[in-house]
């Protein structure tokens, strides 16, 4: 049998790597991935409300804002993929967590859209 048949759990290049970690880890780890779904979630919502809903606000901010707030929602869900499967083997590996590089990118993104999305509705009153 190869290790490749032993090994039915998938991504593979995940599970084949290392030791089997404590499943505490493993299930805080998964945690944090379905936090990263439900904030994916939640941005391409406000994304798909705004569109929708602000019919207030001219079409020249609300359907950029409304891109961005979907774009964004796409990259975090891609992001806490990425994570899940890269925490997991260094967890297999018994090497340190990697870093958080798009944090910046979803956090400047969504702080930025938030601000034109408030100069908006305060330039509307």
């Known amino acids: 049998m190869t290790p490749d048949e032993r090994q039915p759990r998938r991504p593979r290049w995940v ?4 030791d089997e970690p404590d499943p505490r880890f493993t299930f805080a780890n998964e945690r944090t991935f379905l936090a990263w779904i439900r904030t994916s979630l939640g941005l391409t919502a406000a994304g798909v409300a705004l569109d929708s809903f602000a019919a207030k606000l001219p079409a020249r901010a609300r359907e950029p804002l409304a891109i961005v707030l979907i774009v964004l929602g796409v990259a975090c869900a891609a992001c806490g993929y ?5 925490n997991e083997r260094a967890l297999r590996r018994g090497e340190p967590l990697p870093g958080l ?7 400047i993104g969504t702080i930025a859209a938030g601000l034109v999305l408030f100069v908006f509705v305060v330039a509307l009153r």
């Open 82 to 86: 990425l994570r899940w499967m890269t």
């Open 101 to 107: 590089a798009i944090g910046a990118f979803l956090g």
């Open 15 to 18: 599970y084949a790597e290392g």
